[in-house]
């Protein structure tokens, strides 16, 4: 029986889940994975109810091999929408289908491919920087200039994503005003969002709460402008969730069965697992606008693909029989 006592807490009514399995969630994995399967795991979640997927990375396929189709994946999202009978495309035309960009080359890739909304990725801590995409900040920053004007010109929707936000594998804890300082600078080149990424998976619920506040009062960003991107490593991806809704986050990426992990993050584990988040905030009377059931079955979809155990935790709550020993 659940309790009566209200939480003293002001918790959003709704929030907004963006599903990153297509590209975070699979990047990682040693095994081939086509096209056509990528996007039926990005139709999975639309017909679950998901109103955001991050679909695939411009990435240099030497370093990413598994994001080598981005054209093909960008391509195929116009067919799934025109595909006859196709509740998805019915149902939930304004759906934002994003790519992450490194550079402005990778964004000319993602609007050559019909792409309407990109996620340009940096970092809060420069050895991490420096590692994942082999310039400074200071660098990153002014590609950022050319991607926001080019954006603004394209009507591209441009959200930057700072990784390594919390905590570097490489520096250690970020204190809030360095992060503050980075997003202020990519807020200030007309970024219309910001993603702040737990890369590593090493950040408490503390430096979250933190972080956050100190971007909201260095920066001239609005909650509705933030959205946070946790990974679970340490276990602690939940509890950094309610750590963003206490200071009003409302909107979070996920990744369907928990997949997920970076290249460039020695020993990161799995995204959040979508499925749990929406457990979470269905249980404290959020909505999402996501269907738990569909969600499940993308899960269940998106593990066949993974190298690891499963790490989340719903999918074997809810279907333990995709866990028993034959």
């Known amino acids: 029986m659940r309790p009566t006592t209200q939480l003293p807490r002001r918790l959003p009514r709704r929030v907004e ?3 990153v399995g297509p590209r975070d969630g699979l990047q990682n994995e040693p095994r081939a994975i086509s096209t056509a399967e990528k996007l039926e795991l ?9 109103g955001a997927v991050q679909v695939t990375a411009f990435v240099h396929p030497r370093w990413v091999p598994q994001m ?6 960008g391509r195929g ?3 799934l929408a025109r595909r006859p009978g196709d509740e998805v495309a019915r149902d939930r035309p304004a759906v934002r289908c994003s790519a992450l960009v490194p550079n402005l080359k990778g964004y000319q890739r993602a609007v050559a491919a ?3 909304a990109v996620d340009y990725v940096l970092s809060a801590s420069d050895a991490f920087n420096r590692r994942n995409l082999n310039q400074s900040i200071a660098e990153s920053l002014r590609e950022l200039e050319q991607v926001a004007r080019a954006a603004a010109d394209d009507r591209v929707a441009l959200r930057a994503d700072i990784s ?4 570097s594998p490489f520096e250690g804890a970020i ?11 990519a807020a200030s080149l007309g970024v219309g969002e910001v993603g702040l990424s737990d890369t590593d998976g090493f950040a408490d619920p503390l430096a979250v709460g933190a972080g956050v506040e100190a971007v909201l009062a260095g920066t001239s960003l609005q909650v509705e402008q933030l959205a946070l991107h946790l990974h679970d490593t340490c276990g602690r991806a939940i509890a950094n969730v309610m750590a963003g809704l206490e200071v009003g986050v409302r909107r979070f990426d996920a990744s369907a069965g928990g997949l997920g992990g970076c290249p460039y993050s020695p020993g990161a584990s ?3 697992a979508t499925e749990d988040l929406v457990l979470l905030l269905h249980d404290l009377g959020i909505e999402t606008g996501i269907d738990l059931d569909r969600m499940l079955d993308a899960a269940a979809y998106a593990l066949q693909f993974s190298a690891r155990p499963y790490q989340g935790h719903a999918l074997r709550v809810k279907r333990p029989e995709l866990f028993r020993q034959a």
Do not use: S, T
């Open 270 to 272: 799995g995204n959040l």
């Open 114 to 116: 019909g792409v309407k």
């Open 175 to 185: 204190a809030p005003a360095r992060l503050a300082g980075v997003a202020r600078q």
């Open 68 to 73: 080598a189709d981005a054209e093909e994946v």
């Open 17 to 19: 889940i963006v599903e």
């Open 77 to 79: 999202l116009g067919e």
């Open 164 to 167: 390594a936000a919390f905590h």
């Open 42 to 50: 990005v139709r999975l979640a639309l017909e679950a109810g998901v």
